[in-house]
């Protein structure tokens, strides 16, 4: 009976939230060495499924599910833990929205890719924190086929809210509810937030996130993120770069 032997495998590692329509099984953590600079940092792991509300499932069935769902299908995200989150008195953390061009290969477009390695930096270096991976947030949230019609547009001289309000999408789609259940579920206490988009610390805060302090994260620039850098702050509402480190009203 392979089955139960899985399922008596991973049964202490799976938890479930139940959050509203849906339930949200977590499972980890798993030891996930990771190269930052040559050095290799121990992050712990966890990911995150989604399924409508109901009894808890139990390890067993959620393995069963494992081949009854096409889950490869569906975005999962997941958050690497680094240091004692649950316990640690200042915790610094990153919601980070997945950025698949600037994420994976390293696109100069956008800050992505280097908001995503630097936070990783300033969270080991913090001696706590975590950095949730949001994979249903491409594009802030309208996906990266959208996306791609959304550059296209950008090369004809549209600026990252306009080609999105052209496409008939909001400018900014994106949804914390599942994360910040995780995000609780992890750590009680209040966390810093690393982030340069005040619509972002409200949207979290507003879904019930516990915001000590934001911490701002700029850098990178170059000829061709230029312009998305500036439409952040002229458009989107991004803090500017001179705007230090503070504590979020509650
Ligand atoms: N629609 C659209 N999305 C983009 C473009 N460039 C990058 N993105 C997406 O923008 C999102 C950026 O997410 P974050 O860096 O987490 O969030 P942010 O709102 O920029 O705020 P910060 O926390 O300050 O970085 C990612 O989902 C990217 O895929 C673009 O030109 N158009």
Redesign the pocket.
């Known amino acids: 009976m392979i089955q139960s032997h899985i399922a008596d495998r991973i049964k202490d590692k799976i938890r479930r939230i139940e959050n509203g329509a849906n339930d949200i099984y977590v499972v980890g953590p798993i030891n996930l060495p990771v190269n930052l600079d040559g050095e290799t940092k121990m992050f712990q792991w966890y990911s995150w499924l989604r399924k409508e509300a109901g009894e808890a499932k139990s390890a067993a069935q959620l393995v069963e599910d494992l081949n009854r769902f096409s889950y490869a299908e569906m975005q999962q995200s997941s958050v690497l833990v680094y240091g004692d989150f649950e316990h640690e008195s200042d915790a610094v953390i990153?919601?980070?929205?997945?950025?698949?061009?600037?994420d994976i290969f390293g696109s100069e477009?956008?800050?992505?890719g280097y908001?995503l390695k630097q936070s990783m930096r300033m969270i080991t270096e913090h001696g706590t924190g975590a950095l949730f991976y949001?994979a249903n947030?491409?594009?802030?949230?309208?996906g990266l086929f959208?996306?791609a019609i959304?550059?296209l547009l950008?090369e004809d001289g549209l600026d990252?809210v306009d080609?999105?309000t052209e496409l008939g999408?909001a400018d900014?789609s994106?949804d914390y509810g599942e994360a910040i259940a995780v995000l609780k579920l992890l750590r009680p206490a209040s966390v810093a937030i690393?982030?340069?988009?005040p619509?972002?610390v409200e949207a979290l805060r507003k879904a019930g996130m516990n915001i000590a302090r934001r911490v701002p994260?700029w850098g990178n620039p170059s000829v061709y993120n230029e312009k998305?850098l500036q439409t952040?702050v002229n458009r989107?509402g991004?803090f500017g770069q001179e705007s230090g480190s503070e504590t979020v009203a509650r």
């Open positions: 990153r919601m980070h929205s997945i950025c698949h061009t600037g477009r956008c800050d992505c908001q949001l947030h491409e594009g802030r949230g309208i959208s996306k959304a550059y950008q990252t080609a999105n999408f900014d994106r690393i982030t340069n988009n619509r972002k994260l998305y952040k989107s991004h």
